[in-house]
């Protein structure tokens, strides 16, 4: 092991976080509350809302940086969900879907 910045790995903690959100049911604590739907294209807003929290906490300031953050991990998460489904998603978030959301976490935690 040495100090010179060589061989690191940035973001490495997406994954944990991704997988920790997955095992200890976040993610699917919020596939029950969020809207989804079977037609072609549609992005369970489940995943979209925890890879965009998973952006944010690598430091993505907007959606278009959280899309990018999300297209570098695609290998690792699948498809990269786009920014403007991520828009369509906290457009929906009204009083009701956040306090769904709240009552998800608490029961996470």
């Given at each position: ?8 790995v940035?973001h490495a ?25 079977t037609?072609?294209?549609?992005r ?5 809302l ?6 944010m ?28 489904t ?7 978030l009204?009083d ?14």
């Amino acid at each position: 092991m040495a100090a010179d910045g060589k061989g690191l790995v940035g973001h490495a903690g997406a994954v944990l976080l991704r997988r920790l959100a997955d095992r200890v049911g976040l993610t699917r604590g919020l596939t029950q509350v969020l809207p989804t739907s079977t037609s072609a294209g549609w992005r369970e807003r489940a995943g979209v809302l925890v890879q965009l929290a998973v952006a944010m906490v690598l430091g993505a300031r907007s959606v278009l940086e959280a899309e990018q953050l999300q297209l570098h991990h695609q290998g690792l998460f699948g498809p990269a969900a786009s920014d403007s489904t991520m828009r369509r998603l906290l457009a929906e978030l009204d009083d009701k879907a956040l306090m769904k959301i709240a009552k998800v976490r608490r029961r996470v935690r």
